[in-house]
Each structure stands twice: as C-alpha cells, then as structure tokens.
C-alpha cells in the first residue's frame, strides 16, 4: 500500500497525530500549523490503514464550504468517491438525522426549517395572537431567550421562573413557541441541535446503531462548539468512543453566540484517556506576520499557551495605513488591488476583513467605481439587508405612493395593528378598482370598510407617510433618509432588539444616512429618485459571479479557517475593531483580540492594516484613534505606509496622531497649490465649506478631491475650482 500522499506532505508531529492508534485525541495547535489538514489526512489514515468504513467516519466541520473542502481533499488523497463519509456542520448533520428519524423524533416526515426571520415572524405572530404588547415582550428578546434555551439543551419544563413574573411569562411563551412550531411541523435552527440531542438521548435503538456506526466522530474548530453540540457528540461517540477533536483556544470567537471555549476542558475531563498533540510549525505565515499574532495573543491571560514558528523567511513588514477617512481608507485597498493585478495576480488572492457588516458599504462602491469585482460572504451585501430594504421601501413610498411592494413591505412594519386580514381585503379591493393599494387604503378608510381598528390603523399610516413627505420635501437627501429612519419608527424598532443582530441592524440604517450623504446624483433626477435607482441597481450588479476571479470580502468572523495571499483588516479603531461593547468588558475584549489573532493568521505573505482618523459609520462621524491591538504590535514588524500623494508642505502643526506616525511627514517638493493639503479646510463658490481628501496630478491638470459637508465628495479641477483656503 502506498501511504505516501497521506504521510508525505506532513511533518513529524502531524504524522504522529495521523497515525496515532485509534482513541480518543485531542490536537491542539495554533492558526495555520495544519489542523486541519491532518483531521483531513487522519480521515485517509483510518479508512487506509485501519480499515475503517467510509460508513464509519462523520466529520464535523464549522462551515458548508469547509465541509465541501474536505470532502474534495479526502476523495483526492484515496482516489475514491467520498459520498459514503458523512461530513458536514453540526447543523448540517442534525438536519439529515432528523430527516432518516423524523418518526422517533416527533417530528412530521414532511418537517420544514424556519431561517431566523421566519422564527421572528412566528414569535410575533404569537405574541399578536396572546394580545401582548410588543413592546413590553419585545419579539427578539423572546427568540434570543428561547434560543439561549436550546441552545444550553433546556426545555421548558426544566426551567425554574424563581419566582420572578417576567422570567415566567417568558417560559410561558417558549413553551407556547414550542407547540405553535409542532402545529406548523416547523423546526428552527436551535432546535435542529437540540431535536438531534433529544433523538439520540431518548432512543436508545438509534443511538446503538450510530455509535456502532460512527466509529470515528471527528471536530474541527472544537473550541467553538456550544453546549447543546458537546452533549451531542459526546453521546454519539460513547465514553468508551475515540472522537479526535482538533482545536485552538486562542481562536474561539463565538462566545456571544453560546460557544464554550470550557469544552476543551470538559473533553479531558470526560475522556482522561485522551492523548494530546500539540503542532507548533506554522505553514501559513511569513514569520513577520506569525511574529506579530503571537505577540498580539500573548496580551490574553488564562490561554492554554502554545509556541508557533515558521521556517518560512520574515518576508514582507506587516503594513499599516492610517486612512484620512474611510473613503481614503477604501481609495488605499482600491490602489493596492491594482498594484496586486498589475504585477500578475488575481484578485481571489486578496480579502478584505472587517469587523462590522456595515463596513462593506464603503468598499463595495468604491470597488463599484473601479470595476473591481468582489464577492462579500455571509451576509448580504448593501442593499440586499432586510432592514436597509425595509427603510427603502419607506422612501420609495414617498417617491410614489403607488409602489405596491413597498407599500406590503411596510405597511405594518413596525407592528401597527394592520393585519393580514385587513391586508388581504385591501389586496382584493385594489384588484377590483384596478388601483394601487395606497388608493384602495385611502378609499377603504373614506368608507370604513374594514372595521373601526383597522381603520384607524391604516388612516393612521397613510397619514405617517404624507406627514413624513411633507416633513422631507424642503431637506437634503441624507436628511430625508435620516427623518424617515426616525419618524418611520425603524429605528426605535430594532433599537429595542437586543444582541448583537438588533444592533447590526440599527447600525445598517444609519449607514444609509451615510450612503445617502455621500451620493452624488448624476443626471437630471430628484436626488431621493437618483438614489433610490442607485440602491435598486446597487443591490443586483457589483457583485461577482461565482466563477469570476475576484476579491474576497468578509467580516473577521467568516474568515474564520480560511487563508488568502494578502489580507485588509480594515477599521482598525477602538470602539469599532475591538468593538465598542467590548471596551470595558475584560472577556469581551479578549474575545475581541482572539478575532483580530483570528484575521490576522489568514494572511498568507501580505498583511494590511488600516484605519481611518476620521470615519463615517452608522451615519454619524467619529474621530477614531488607532485600535489598541495596533500598539499591541512589536514596532518593528510594522511599517508605515506614506500617503500616495505627497503635498508640498508637511502638515501644519503636528497633531497628536502626526506624533504617532513618522511616517507620514510629507516630503518637501513644490506645492500644488497654497492650502491645498490633505485635510485642509476649504470653500467653494457652490458647494460651500469641506475638507481635502486627495490631490492629483500637477499644473493644470491638478485634480483635488474635497468632501463637501453638504454635498459629499467631489473630484475638481484644481484650476478651476476657486476654491478658498479656510485655515
Ligand atoms: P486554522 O487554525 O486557521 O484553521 P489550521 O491549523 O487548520 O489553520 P491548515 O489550514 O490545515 O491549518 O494549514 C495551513 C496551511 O499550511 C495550509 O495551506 C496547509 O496546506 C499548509 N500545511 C499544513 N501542513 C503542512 C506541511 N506539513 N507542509 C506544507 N504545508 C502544510
Ligand atoms: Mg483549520
């Protein structure tokens, strides 16, 4: 037997842990030292020397694209078609379990998957359905507690409400949650784990067969497994059961979602018989970038501690560019993609990290405008998310009231007593006037068709969104947009939801205030119709096609197990990378630094990090300083980027973070133009007072770029722009 493409690519301490006799195993190891390449190669190991089943392995991966990667990688090392292996997400597997034993799970053959929205729908329609208020028993508190519960492997029954009335009502509605889903014969993601658990615990026929079968259960990414997941594995692979576990405590990131970095812990203590394996050579990184994430991780306390190294030469430094906003922040990746082309790469080489969703927005047009093509993952781009479509339908109605989609969209959102029912007559009444709704609506409250609730109701919102129109008509786009966000109740909506999804989302509306102010209306177009045709075309084009080379952009928690040639960790501020909850928070902050040792160990022989002085976000400026991770880095494995463009003088007074940064202290050449510097203040005739962004080019063909406070951004022609220095 030839075990050389199993053995051959791996070094002494990886094979030891390939070929180590079956039990239970343990591999812990830093980023990028091949953890999972020898769960991979363990997997080729069984089947070809221990002549395990292809039946017998079940390989649990963090996501579906791993889980695929995997799937290809053992097939190509045994040559065989690996459809036999059972290879996937937790969820992944509990779903097809459920689906083989839906009988003795209780559940009906036919069983459907609520995805979160559809799981919020269901508890809202509940809560209507008791009379209760909305905004007492807040929907997303009541699918974040119902959730928690399963996620901890709690039922109902098993909670104790301590005699605290709240707690109780919310124990109430799990249990009335649970049978409204058994009514529907629906099964939210939660509960696809706990089902699974459940079916395994309580079946002891199913659980014999699948513990002869499985013979070998193998995890990847361990350390962000939850409890409801460690209970399950830990009962499918038995006490006297051999799962080979591979982890790295330093990169679990998912402590806000459940997950129990304590499992590695609980697995030496429920298997004492495990062996460890500990890899230390990391293949990944050039040892600058290697050098520098251990240093970063080394701020953490109580890590189980590990000692990385590379053979590999220090290559490049780690770049760091301080951005002057975050529209220089993205014209800097933009120029350096280009750069990266033009020297004969590709651009699926190179990703774009960022720990905020919202963060995309700025690149996404950017690279938009430069026709560079991207693809952002997990999660949707822009003018895809239900929030921001949401505040758009609310302006597209005061565009046109006749936007019947718009008007379905919103009518009732936030809740406002408008119900299907209501709808559904308005439906039929438009349909046979041959109107839109919003005629139908204003007909129906004329006539008090529909009853004296939801008649009050609808008058209630026809009169919210002429008052919203009126109220818009005389303010400037991103002012409009910023008005509807409040005045539509949006706001306030996902203000009282909590976790972290609630704020996502608040945080994706003020973006659009952002967006809206930095629009710049080409044609002869309204400003509110330019944009809103610019959102509608955003939301389809831009983004590559699958096949199509591209970059790759993603927030630090997606990148989570994959590796990429250059690497942008972008927003490298405090208060948004470590994230602002998390700045009084010990563990929140240590989780924090796990996702920036996270982001920073994808890059393979490029490392940049940026962050922007002054950054838009959310809608409203702030004056960032430079993440507290920065500082955390030896100085001398990162190197300054200057500024592309060096102007003629160097900056006024040295400021502060002038101070902080040598490197960019302009080099002395003839000035472009008097005042002209980057991040001086300046009028125009027109566009009245801004700052200068950028300057290009020399003598009449001089190009400055100002952002205007009323108007965004523009490129001028120096020559003949007139524009007055202010400072
Ligand atoms: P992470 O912690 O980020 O999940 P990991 O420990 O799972 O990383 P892998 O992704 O398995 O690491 O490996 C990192 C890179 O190093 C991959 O490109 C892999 O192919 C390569 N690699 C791993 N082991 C070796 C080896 N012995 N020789 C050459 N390359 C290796
Ligand atoms: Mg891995």
């Known amino acids: 037997m030839d075990l050389s493409p199993i053995l051959s690519p791996l070094n002494d301490a990886q094979r030891a842990a390939v070929t180590a006799p079956v039990g239970p195993m343990l591999v812990l190891a830093g980023a990028g030292s091949g953890k999972t390449r020898v769960l991979t190669h363990r997997i080729a190991?069984?089947?070809?020397?221990?002549?395990?089943?292809?039946?017998?392995?079940?390989?649990?991966?963090?996501?579906?694209?791993?889980?695929?990667?995997m799937r290809a990688r053992i097939e190509g090392l045994l040559g065989i078609p690996g459809a036999a292996l059972w290879v996937g997400t937790f969820h992944g597997i509990a779903h097809r379990l459920l689906r083989l034993h839906w009988r003795e799970a209780g559940l009906p053959q036919g069983f459907q998957i609520l995805d979160a929205e559809d799981q919020l729908r269901m508890v809202r329609k509940l809560l209507r359905s008791q009379g209760l208020d909305e905004s007492r028993w807040i929907p997303r508190e009541v699918v974040w507690f119902i959730n928690h519960q399963k996620d901890e492997g709690l039922r109902p029954k098993a909670l104790k409400d301590g005699n605290d009335p709240t707690r109780r009502q919310f124990i109430r509605l799990y249990h009335d949650y649970e049978e409204a889903c058994a009514r529907a014969g629906v099964v939210d993601f939660a509960e696809l784990l706990l089902r699974a658990f459940e079916l395994l615990r309580d079946n002891p026929e199913v659980l014999r067969h699948y513990r002869a079968r499985f013979r070998h259960v193998l995890v990847d990414e361990f350390q962000d497994t939850n409890a409801i997941q460690y209970a399950w594995m830990k009962l499918l692979a038995g006490s006297d059961g051999a799962p080979y576990i591979v982890a790295d405590d330093d990169q679990s990131i998912y402590r806000w979602r459940g997950a129990r970095v304590e499992n590695l812990q609980q697995f030496q203590r429920d298997w004492p018989q495990a062996q460890l394996f500990r890899l230390e050579q990391n293949y990944r990184s050039t040892g600058n970038i290697l050098q520098a994430a251990n240093a970063l991780i080394a701020h953490n306390a109580g890590r189980l501690g590990k000692n990385l190294w590379t053979s590999g030469g220090h290559g490049e430094p780690i770049r760091l560019y301080a951005a002057f906003n975050e529209r220089d922040e993205a014209d800097f990746v933009t120029q350096r993609i280009r750069d990266h082309m033009q020297q004969g790469g590709e651009r699926r080489d190179i990703a774009i990290l960022y720990r905020s969703n919202a963060q995309s927005r700025v690149f996404e047009e950017a690279f938009l405008s430069a026709r560079i093509p991207y693809k952002v993952y997990g999660g949707l781009r822009f003018f895809e998310r239900a929030e921001v479509k949401d505040a758009l339908a609310y302006l597209r109605l005061l565009a046109n009231r006749d936007d019947d989609a718009s008007f379905e969209r919103v009518v009732n959102l936030p809740t406002r007593g408008i119900g299907a029912k209501s709808l559904g007559e308005l439906r039929v009444a438009a349909r046979e006037q041959g109107s839109s709704l919003w005629r139908a609506a204003t007909a129906a409250v004329a006539s008090q068709a529909l009853g004296g609730r939801a008649t009050a109701a609808l008058a209630g919102f026809l009169q919210l969104i002429e008052r919203m129109a009126a109220d818009a008509a005389p303010l400037v786009l991103h002012e409009q947009v910023d008005l509807v966000l409040t005045a539509s109740g949006l706001i306030e909506h996902h203000r009282r939801e909590k976790a972290e999804r609630g704020e996502a989302r608040v945080e994706n509306l003020e973006e659009l205030v952002s967006a809206a102010r930095?629009?710049?209306?080409?044609?002869?177009?309204?400003?509110?119709?330019?944009?809103?045709?610019?959102?509608a075309l955003e939301s389809g084009e831009g983004q590559a096609g699958e096949w199509e080379d591209c970059v790759q952009m993603m927030t630090l928690h997606t990148a989570k197990g994959l590796e990429f040639p250059v690497v942008f960790i972008c927003g490298m501020e405090d208060g948004l990378f470590p994230?602002?909850?998390?700045?009084?928070?010990?563990?929140?902050?240590?989780?924090?630094?796990?996702?920036?040792?996270?982001?920073?160990?994808?890059?393979?022989?490029?490392?940049?990090?940026?962050?922007?002085?002054?950054?838009?976000?959310?809608?409203?400026d702030s004056y960032g300083q430079a993440s507290r991770f920065i500082t955390e880095l030896p100085e001398d494995l990162v190197e300054e980027v200057r500024p592309r463009i060096r102007l003629g003088r160097p900056y006024a007074a040295p400021t502060a973070a002038a101070h902080h940064r040598p490197g960019r202290r302009a080099v002395a050449s003839e000035p472009v133009a008097p005042g002209m510097r980057l991040g001086a203040r300046v009028r125009h005739g027109k566009f009245g007072e801004g700052t200068v962004l950028n300057v290009e080019g020399q003598g009449p063909q001089a190009r400055i770029q100002v952002n205007f406070e009323r108007q965004g951004t523009k490129w001028l022609m120096l020559a003949y722009a007139n524009l007055e220095a202010l400072s």
């Open 579 to 620: 994230h602002q909850r998390s700045l009084n928070d010990l563990d929140g902050l240590e989780e924090e630094r796990r996702l920036c040792y996270v982001g920073m160990t994808r890059a393979m022989r490029q490392l940049y990090l940026t962050y922007a002085e002054q950054r838009r976000l959310h809608g409203s």
């Open 45 to 69: 190991w069984l089947i070809q020397v221990e002549g395990a089943s292809p039946h017998s392995i079940l390989a649990v991966t963090f996501t579906n694209k791993a889980a695929g990667e």
């Open 518 to 535: 930095g629009f710049e209306p080409e044609g002869e177009l309204p400003p509110l119709d330019a944009f809103l045709a610019h959102a």
